[in-house]
């Protein structure tokens, strides 16, 4: 008998459908063992996985490819390949060096052709102008390099999570190529940078106007006096000239602000940039004092210099503080030698009188 799993009603073993509320019925076979499976000997079992797998071919055909592509796409885009990486990135930096090279031939042999028609008038003129020919080529290389260190330092920090030495054989590799190439030396370059500096060297600069000379003074300094800016020289005016080979020798005259007048001698050599000074030498500096009246106006005097007093009325001066005191100026002014480091003067007038020191510098100072 069967019964319902439902409502429970007993049902025959042959009904498929309860007869109380029309559920399937399920029937339980009792006491009944499965059917032992029929035994199969080895070549049969063998046959058995031969027609399986020509029946599912092309499922294992499918699965083979798909292995095979797979591979070979980690093989060859997938798998680290430091050495490969690094000489693509070297090759790259080594071409922005090849490059500049072969631009740098083509400017420098551009400016050695048309060196004539620019009729430079100065070895600077000159120099300056190649300096911007070259500058062109030099922004051309840093721009392509610093583009080339960009994609490496990219592919370093893909490479800088690996601790092994995957890492430093990448860093190795690519220094090692670059290194290789960062100096490419090209004959014809260096046989033009000779040419051209020849062609530089024979320009015959003008002679240093009095312009150039008051150029030239900015940074130097004689006793009494270091010239600092273009507007403290009034006046400039050169008074004596004498020429040698590749060397002037110059005496100049000076007006400088706070009244003072100088001469200076300049020694001008010819160097590779144009004429430069080589020596400097003072010939004289003069300082106006004015000597008061009724009062002492210490004076004093500019070392490793002898002086002279020019003046336009008579006056008192004494040689330090408890010094011999002598007349000066007017015909009755007497002859004086004074030596200590500090001076002082008086008017010997009604008026306060100006007095004029003259300074030149001691041949050899102590």
Same mark, same amino acid.
């Given at each position: 008998?069967?019964?319902?799993?439902?409502?429970?009603?007993?049902?025959?073993?042959?009904?498929?459908?309860?007869?109380?509320?029309?559920?399937?019925?399920?029937?339980?076979?009792?006491?009944?063992?499965?059917?032992?499976?029929?035994?199969?000997?080895?070549?049969?079992?063998?046959?058995?996985?031969?027609?399986?797998?020509?029946?599912?071919? #092309?499922?294992?055909?499918?699965?083979?490819?798909?292995?095979?592509?797979?591979? #070979?796409?980690?093989?060859?885009?997938?798998?680290?390949?430091?050495?490969?990486?690094?000489?693509?990135?070297?090759?790259?930096?080594?071409?922005?060096?090849?490059?500049?090279?072969?631009?740098?031939?083509?400017?420098?042999?551009?400016?050695?052709?048309?060196?004539?028609?620019?009729? !430079?008038?100065?070895?600077?003129?000159?120099?300056?102008?190649?300096?911007?020919?070259?500058?062109?080529?030099?922004?051309?290389?840093?721009?392509?390099?610093?583009?080339?260190?960009?994609?490496?330092?990219?592919?370093?920090?893909?490479?800088?999570?690996?601790?092994?030495?995957?890492?430093?054989?990448?860093?190795?590799?690519?220094?090692?190529?670059?290194?290789?190439?960062?100096?490419?030396?090209?004959?014809?370059?260096?046989?033009?940078?000779?040419?051209?500096?020849?062609?530089?060297?024979?320009?015959?600069?003008?002679?240093?106007?009095?312009?150039?000379?008051?150029?030239?003074?900015?940074?130097?300094?004689?006793?009494?006096?270091?010239?600092?800016?273009?507007?403290?020289?009034?006046?400039?005016?050169?008074?004596?000239?004498?020429? #040698?080979?590749?060397?002037?020798?110059?005496?100049?005259?000076?007006?400088?602000?706070?009244?003072?007048?100088?001469?200076?001698?300049?020694?001008?050599?010819?160097?590779?940039?144009?004429?430069?000074?080589?020596?400097?030498?003072?010939?004289?500096?003069?300082?106006?004092?004015?000597?008061?009246?009724?009062?002492?106006?210490?004076?004093?005097?500019?070392?490793?210099?002898?002086?002279?007093?020019?003046?336009?009325?008579?006056?008192?001066?004494?040689?330090?503080?408890?010094?011999?005191?002598?007349? #000066?100026?007017?015909?009755?002014?007497?002859? !004086?030698?004074?030596?200590?480091?500090?001076?002082?003067?008086?008017?010997?007038?009604?008026?306060?009188?100006?007095?004029?020191?003259?300074?030149?510098?001691?041949?050899?100072?102590?």
């Amino acid at each position: 008998m069967a019964y319902c799993t439902k409502c429970g009603k007993q049902n025959p073993d042959t009904a498929k459908f309860c007869t109380g509320c029309g559920n399937i019925l399920v029937h339980r076979a009792t006491n009944t063992l499965p059917a032992p499976l029929p035994q199969r000997s080895f070549g049969e079992r063998i046959n058995m996985s031969k027609n399986f797998v020509r029946r599912h071919r #092309g499922f294992f055909l499918l699965c083979l490819s798909l292995s095979i592509i797979s591979a #070979g796409i980690y093989y060859f885009f997938l798998r680290p390949q430091p050495e490969k990486d690094a000489k693509k990135l070297a090759l790259a930096y080594c071409k922005c060096a090849e490059d500049s090279s072969k631009n740098n031939i083509v400017h420098l042999k551009h400016f050695s052709d048309n060196f004539e028609k620019n009729n !430079f008038k100065s070895k600077s003129l000159a120099r300056t102008t190649f300096t911007q020919y070259y500058r062109i080529v030099q922004q051309k290389y840093d721009t392509c390099t610093q583009e080339a260190k960009e994609k490496y330092h990219e592919t370093l920090r893909k490479y800088s999570k690996r601790k092994d030495k995957i890492r430093f054989l990448f860093i190795d590799s690519y220094h090692l190529r670059t290194n290789s190439c960062s100096s490419i030396s090209i004959p014809e370059s260096a046989s033009l940078h000779r040419e051209i500096a020849d062609k530089i060297a024979a320009i015959s600069d003008p002679d240093p106007d009095i312009l150039k000379v008051k150029n030239d003074l900015i940074g130097y300094q004689i006793p009494g006096w270091r010239f600092s800016y273009l507007s403290d020289i009034l006046e400039c005016s050169i008074i004596n000239k004498t020429a #040698g080979h590749e060397r002037l020798d110059y005496l100049v005259s000076l007006k400088l602000n706070g009244e003072h007048d100088a001469q200076v001698r300049i020694v001008y050599l010819q160097g590779v940039n144009g004429w430069y000074i080589h020596e400097l030498k003072a010939v004289y500096i003069t300082y106006v004092n004015i000597a008061p009246v009724g009062e002492w106006r210490t004076i004093t005097p500019l070392p490793n210099c002898t002086y002279t007093i020019s003046q336009a009325g008579r006056y008192w001066i004494r040689d330090g503080n408890y010094g011999q005191t002598y007349k #000066g100026g007017g015909p009755d002014g007497e002859q !004086f030698s004074l030596t200590s480091s500090n001076v002082y003067i008086t008017s010997r007038e009604e008026n306060p009188v100006k007095l004029i020191f003259t300074y030149r510098p001691k041949e050899n100072p102590m």
